[in-house]
């Protein structure tokens, strides 16, 4: 039958369960769904809801499911201490291995068909052989119930994860153990892998998700939301998908840039915990299983990145009172030229702010602002930073203070920079000098001060941490990758276009009090920037705004060198002969580079 998008509703519900659905699985060709349940029974689906077959074999509760790639057996594992194959074509158990005294909590099948995993309460991981149902390995060294298992998509590596709070990284050709991967704070539930293959999710009982990369094998980024214990985790389409304790599956995407995760969706799903969650082949639909004793399908939208709640930067400015402190900070960020993205991070930044509670520690704004030189960092970590403290996350006499390398690197005093930080307690410390850890034989030791030091004073201090994406990822994060962690919100800058390089042009005049003459109407002056842009990227003399602000100079320079007069109109030729001049200055400037390197 298959999933036909056409004739599904939004929500689509399935009932038949006697208790709780713990785990789900849809057929690789797109025909069926499977359940399984505390009811002890697995429960085959058709795509409009009718249960065509119940699997009854199980004496306990159903714990676990997979499905094999090529679409001809079934793996279920219960607390009856069985691991069972099916065969799909007959819906009948061909196999069952029985273990001694634990159950399957977990399995997981290669993308060859070839060998099931199944984590068991005994602190073990098995491997079994599809073809004779063999146990053909026990793999040990987690100390705890091994909840959850993956394989990646090239076979190569499986992935276990534990109530030890450890997940365990197996190479398949010999099976043994090559990695150990400590983050989580509390148990880990549930893992799930890319279809790349170059990011593994892992969720706890805690509710946070964390992102390893598996080059290195190593976190890149911690995802909140989820206010219970994650559950389950799936992906499919470039998509995460999360369930959890708190009733609500949340999507996640990676807009851009692919390490910056987002939430995108939340979905009350259902009225009692999610337990369970997959998507269909053709990853048109969701589903999932939950305490309530029913499955739901849901279609997956088009979806686009918009603040989880709701709110735009203008939504907060309108709400609050006119005299506001926070609105007039929020109000100067509004009426920067450009910024659109940094504008809604802004906001959900703020939002969260107000609504702050002590006890939630992730939610204190130690923010990333990434980007080229002159395009606006450092004003608007200046204004977020008042309306921070404004809104009661910090006190009312903290201090905007500029860090810079003098301050934080010694040869002569390795502890310079925490005994700086240290006395910026209560502060908001604003870094506009990453680029400085590549420079200098101090980056490391001052990456990872920054990370004990953060880790010990995770609240009543905000830093801000500005610089080039490469300045950030290649150096700050890559000498200590636990530092993303601790900062929550990453606010990405662009180069200027050239319409906003313009507006910004014409606001410097203004504040100068100085016009445009009649020359540069009729598009000519537009026409100038197109012609220039390259001016002012963010890697030349002058970058984006700080490149205008020469401008500016430059062309008053031009003007009154031409008109000899006190008159402060601005004609064309005027803008063009500033251009050229700095065009000339940039050529001049790598002619001497050219010179000196030969």
Request: glycine share 8%; aromatic share 10%; hydrophobic share 35%.
């Amino acid at each position: 039958m298959g999933f036909q998008q056409s004739k599904l509703s939004y929500k689509r519900i399935f009932s038949g369960h006697k208790a709780a659905v713990r785990c789900c699985a849809v057929t690789p060709d797109g025909e069926y769904i499977i359940s399984g349940s505390n009811d002890n029974t697995l429960r085959v689906w058709d795509g409009e809801g009718k249960c065509v077959k119940v699997l009854t074999e199980h004496t306990g509760s159903v714990r676990c499911c997979a499905i094999t790639p090529d679409n001809q057996y079934l793996v279920s594992g219960s607390f009856d201490n069985t691991l069972k194959l099916w065969e799909m074509k007959a819906w009948s158990c061909i196999k069952t291995f029985k273990f001694s005294s634990y159950g399957v909590l977990s399995c997981a099948v290669t993308p060859d068909s070839s060998h099931i995993l199944a984590g068991t309460g005994d602190d073990t991981l098995h491997v079994f052989q599809v073809q004779h149902f063999e146990n053909v390995a026990t793999l040990r060294g987690h100390c705890g119930l091994v909840l959850c298992c993956a394989v990646l998509p090239n076979g190569e590596r499986a992935i276990s994860g534990c109530s030890d709070k450890k997940l365990k990284v197996w190479d398949t050709s010999d099976w043994t153990l090559i990695r150990t991967l400590i983050g989580h704070e509390d148990i880990v539930r549930a893992c799930v892998v890319t279809s790349d293959g170059s990011r593994i999710m892992s969720g706890s009982a805690d509710g946070i998700i964390i992102v390893w990369e598996t080059e290195n094998w190593t976190s890149v980024q911690s995802l909140y939301g989820h206010t219970g214990s994650i559950r389950c985790l799936s992906f499919g389409n470039g998509h995460l998908i999360s369930v959890g304790k708190d009733t609500t599956m949340r999507v996640w995407y990676p807009p851009g840039y692919s390490k910056d995760w987002k939430l995108i969706k939340v979905v009350h799903a259902h009225e009692s915990p999610v337990f369970c969650c997959t998507v269909t082949a053709n990853v048109s639909h969701v589903i999932t299983g939950s305490d309530d004793c029913t499955l739901q399908m849901r279609r997956m939208e088009p979806l686009q990145y918009v603040n989880p709640k709701g709110y735009t930067l203008q939504d907060l400015i309108e709400e609050m009172d006119h005299k506001s402190l926070t609105r007039h900070s929020l109000e100067e960020i509004g009426g920067f030229i450009g910024m659109s993205e940094v504008k809604q991070g802004v906001a959900e930044i703020v939002k969260k702010g107000i609504n702050h509670t002590d006890d939630i520690v992730e939610m204190f704004p130690h923010s990333i602002l990434m980007g080229p030189p002159g395009s606006g960092k450092t004003e608007v970590g200046r204004q977020l930073a008042a309306a921070l403290v404004h809104v009661g996350l910090l006190k009312e006499q903290s201090k905007f203070i500029k860090m810079t390398a003098a301050d934080i690197i010694d040869s002569d005093d390795n502890d310079l920079a925490w005994k700086f930080l240290n006395k910026q307690l209560g502060n908001v410390v604003f870094f506009d000098e990453a680029h400085i850890l590549a420079d200098t034989n101090y980056g490391e030791c001052v990456a990872k001060t920054i990370f004990q030091f953060l880790s010990q004073h995770p609240r009543g201090f905000l830093l801000m941490i500005a610089g080039h994406r490469e300045d950030i990822e290649d150096h700050l994060f890559k000498y200590e990758p636990s530092l993303r962690d601790l900062f929550p919100h990453v606010l990405r800058f662009s180069n200027y276009t050239s319409t906003e390089l313009m507006d910004i042009f014409k606001d410097c005049l203004q504040k100068y009090k100085w016009t445009l003459g009649p020359t540069t109407k009729s598009g000519a002056l537009k026409k100038v920037f197109n012609r220039y842009i390259q001016l002012f990227d963010g890697r030349s003399e002058y970058p984006n705004g700080t490149g205008i602000k020469y401008l500016v100079k430059k062309c008053k320079y031009f003007h009154q060198a031409r008109a000899f007069s006190v008159s402060r109109i601005l004609e064309l030729k005027d803008v063009v002969e500033a251009m050229k001049h700095m065009e000339k200055s940039i050529q001049d400037s790598k002619s001497k580079d050219h010179v000196h390197e030969v």
